[in-house]
């Protein structure tokens, strides 16, 4: 089906690119303005206060005036109700596009395809024979394909584990993910032109580096708060049951810091992580879960008792970094160092705090 491009339409999506950049700052605006975005979401999933999903379509009411609004739309779910991809808030794609400084004649690698609508943009700006853009999920690379045909564009767009890049169209002065990933791929720093700036979502920021030399590149984290969905890995259930028998320990820090405060440097120093939470029948917080891939699980109530198991102490990291950041951390202030061996983020100065982001994300 093709979703026709109306008055109404043209005009909420030009008002769209005009609140999305009122000063007209970036050259993106008229990317903005001239892409439909309805043709990419045609529908979308709305959660209720209940937590359960409702399918808006194209037609419905509120359907147009939403996808031209500043917001994240879930545009696919697994058969659990997890949301598996979705249309990201359009101020953040924004910050991600400005940041990559594209110029004339640049070639872009995308890992992270999803709906389509991030290669439309690029594929305006630059042309579509500069564009690759892989996904790993061959449903979702068919939709995007048809959706960028129905609106004009034809970047290459293949099925593939975009951490893994795509080496016959290599070199890429310019590399943006648009899934959450835990490190940057190596495959990606192998196949990036020298100079190249490489753009991607790690724990909950926006890592923004540039290549000095091959395999080294420096750079520091986008200011700009951040979550995207992961990439596809297998995972693991959290051990809440059998944490529950454990001898509770005591605990200063207050459980709603992993959820605010803490929620980015915990991020970078347990990636991958997952967290929950519980809540009383008025909404007021009573504890969080955290659980790793090890199979480490921990507890923390409000009342301070707080419960682990596994091979790792996930509160004590917790902990460690409610000590090294007593006030709110900057996430411009952290920086990043990469090298062939190892990457490195540093907070202020490589003799502050510092963590080691975990490697193989093309393995």
């Not at 990201?88 to 794609?93: G, N, V």
């Not at 795509?166 to 310019?174: L, S, T, V």
């Not at 967290?275 to 921990?298: F, H, I, N, Q, Y």
Request: with cysteine; net charge negative; proline share 8%.
């Amino acid at each position: 089906m093709t979703w026709p491009d109306t008055k109404a339409s043209a005009a909420l999506r030009h008002k769209f690119a005009a609140d999305l950049d009122p000063q007209r700052t970036t050259e993106w605006a008229e990317a903005f303005a001239a892409v439909p975005r309805h043709v990419f979401v045609p529908r979308f999933y709305a959660q209720a206060d209940d937590r359960s999903w409702r399918t808006v379509y194209w037609g419905d009411p509120g359907h147009l005036e939403t996808v031209y609004s500043d917001q994240a739309l879930t545009t696919q779910l697994d058969e659990h109700g997890i949301p598996t991809s979705s249309s990201s808030e359009p101020a953040l794609m924004l910050a991600m596009l400005n940041a990559l400084d594209v110029r004339d004649g640049d070639t872009v690698f995308e890992l992270g395809t999803g709906t389509g609508y991030n290669a439309a943009l690029l594929s305006h700006r630059l042309g579509d024979h500069k564009v690759t853009s892989l996904d790993v999920d061959p449903a979702l690379v068919e939709g995007a394909v048809q959706r960028l045909e129905q609106a004009g564009y034809r970047p290459f767009v293949t099925a593939a584990d975009g951490a893994r890049g795509y080496p016959a169209r290599a070199p890429y002065a310019r590399i943006i993910a648009t899934a959450a990933l835990r490190s940057v791929p190596t495959a990606l720093l192998d196949q990036a032109a020298p100079g190249a700036v490489i753009v991607a979502p790690i724990g909950y920021g926006v890592l923004h580096t540039t290549l000095i030399a091959p395999g080294h590149a420096t750079g520091r984290f986008l200011s700009t708060p951040a979550h995207f969905m992961p990439r596809r890995v297998p995972t693991i259930a959290p051990a809440f049951e059998a944490v529950r028998d454990r001898e509770p320990t005591d605990t200063k820090v207050a459980p709603a810091e992993v959820l605010d405060r803490l929620r980015f440097p915990l991020s970078i120093a347990l990636p991958g992580h997952n967290s929950c939470s519980w809540r009383d029948d008025d909404g007021k917080l009573t504890a969080v879960g955290l659980w790793a891939e090890d199979g480490s699980t921990a507890t923390a109530h409000v009342s301070g008792a707080v419960r682990q198991i596994g091979p790792r102490r996930l509160w004590d990291v917790v902990e460690d970094l409610a000590a090294a950041f007593p006030g709110v951390p900057r996430r411009e202030e952290f920086r990043v160092t990469v090298t062939p061996s190892r990457q490195t983020v540093w907070y202020e100065s490589p003799d502050g705090p510092t963590w080691e982001l975990p490697r193989g994300e093309a393995t």
